[in-house]
């Protein structure tokens, strides 16, 4: 037990400390957490201020394709990859 308890402090010094922005979702898309750095990105103060779900972020963010045309949510990468399909070159 003290094992998976040094592990998961480090994991956790590993995710608050990085300089990117990460972001956990589960598999029905609610959001599980958000680093200090996603949250910046994202204009929230604290985690109490974000949304709870991934669909809640479409009235705030308009992601787009390589070519400027906007996703539809479904297309968004944490939305696909809650539904389980793998992809490259994003």
């Known amino acids: 037990a ?3 308890l ?3 402090a480090r994991l956790e010094t590993v ?3 990085m300089t990117e922005g990460v972001t956990f979702i589960d598999n029905t898309g609610q959001i599980i957490r958000m680093n200090e750095e996603a949250l910046k990105l994202h204009g929230y103060a604290s985690i109490s201020d974000m949304p709870e ?3 809640d972020y479409q009235t705030d963010f308009v ?3 390589l070519e400027g045309n906007p996703l ?3 297309q968004w ?3 696909r990859v809650v ?3 793998s992809f490259s070159g994003f």
């Open 63 to 65: 992601l787009e394709d």
């Open 77 to 79: 990468p944490a939305s």
């Open 2 to 4: 003290s094992d998976a």
């Open 72 to 74: 539809p949510m479904e």
């Open 6 to 8: 040094e592990k998961s």
């Open 83 to 85: 539904r389980g399909e």
């Open 53 to 55: 779900f991934l669909v």
């Open 15 to 17: 995710i608050s400390t």
